[in-house]
């Protein structure tokens, strides 16, 4: 966990649409246009390829799921031990089965979750080396934390996410690979904000403003001194530059219509 990330999982927008509304970005009536949502992604897969240096692992795009392209909510890997999602909408649950299977196919030790037991991934679970953060309550129950915590012997602090537009951890918590925090205090409740503080000194927080949250700017793919992001954020590009990172924007608004941009389109696998 954390940013010795070099490989990472990601999935081509073939059937990438929205079909349903399960979160409030996704509105069934304002359609993607599946060129321009190719061409987003072909950019990304480019720039974590070329210009930051990762080795992408490609999964096979099914008809019919069209979120499968959020490889962020595959499952969670570590130490060669994956646990796949238990997605909590129906309109996922079929997602689960084939990212089960890619993980076996790759020889990792796959640990099943109780199929009552919500968990989307690294989409909710994050975090530095030594502390991990679980995002709970819109889509992870807290209790997948207790059983994860067992998993992977680590300890993990779960914040509540109290705002619905903000219902993933990594829609507004980015840990950066030199110990910082990029996050968006708000979408947190005071207890889970008053965790973050106790953890996170104060000069590693970065606070990213609200215009830019609302873009995704927390979404982003922190690779060693890159990072992704989603293209108009500006003042959190300069908040990086001022840290010593390297921002790479990308134009990824056809996935912000179904709530998920840079860092959703991604999961970091071990080496
Ligand atoms: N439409 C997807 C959903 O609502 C977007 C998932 C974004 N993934 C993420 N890791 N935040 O489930």
Same mark, same amino acid.
């Given at each position: ?45 480019? +720039? =974590? ?19 499968? +392209? ?6 969670? +890997? ?37 199929? %009552? ?23 992870? %129950? ?26 993933? =951890? !990594? ?56 990072? +992704? ?12 530059? !001022? ?29």
């Amino acid at each position: 966990m954390g940013n010795k990330v070099s490989r990472i999982l990601v999935c081509p927008p073939d059937y990438f649409g929205i079909e349903y509304e399960i979160n409030p970005w996704m509105r069934v009536s304002d359609a993607t246009d599946s060129e321009k949502s190719k061409a987003q992604w072909h950019e990304l897969a480019r +720039v =974590l390829e070329e210009d930051v240096g990762t080795k992408l692992e490609r999964m096979t795009p099914i008809k019919g799921l069209p979120d499968l +392209v959020f490889t962020a909510n595959a499952g969670v +890997v570590d130490e060669g031990k994956a646990v796949p999602s238990r997605f909590r909408h129906q309109e996922r649950q079929g997602e689960e089965a084939h990212f089960e299977r890619w993980f076996k196919e790759q020889g990792y030790q796959v640990i099943l979750l109780e199929p %009552d037991c919500y968990f989307e991934g690294a989409g909710d679970l994050l975090g530095f080396p030594d502390a991990w953060f679980g995002g709970y309550r819109q889509r992870t %129950d807290i209790k997948a934390y207790n059983v994860l915590s067992e998993i992977y012997g680590k300890q993990i602090l779960p914040l509540e996410l109290v705002s619905p537009q903000f219902y993933h =951890l !990594d829609t507004c918590f980015c840990p950066l690979s030199g110990g910082e925090l990029m996050y968006y205090p708000a979408a947190f409740d005071t207890y889970a904000q008053a965790t973050i503080a106790h953890r996170v000194e104060e000069h590693r927080r970065i606070i990213v403003p609200q215009a830019e949250a609302e873009r995704f700017a927390c979404n982003s793919v922190c690779v060693g001194k890159h990072v +992704v992001l989603p293209a108009g954020c500006p003042e959190t590009m300069a908040m990086l530059q !001022d840290r010593g990172y390297t921002p790479h924007p990308v134009n990824l608004d056809q996935f912000l219509k179904s709530g998920g941009s840079a860092k959703c389109l991604t999961l970091a696998l071990d080496q």
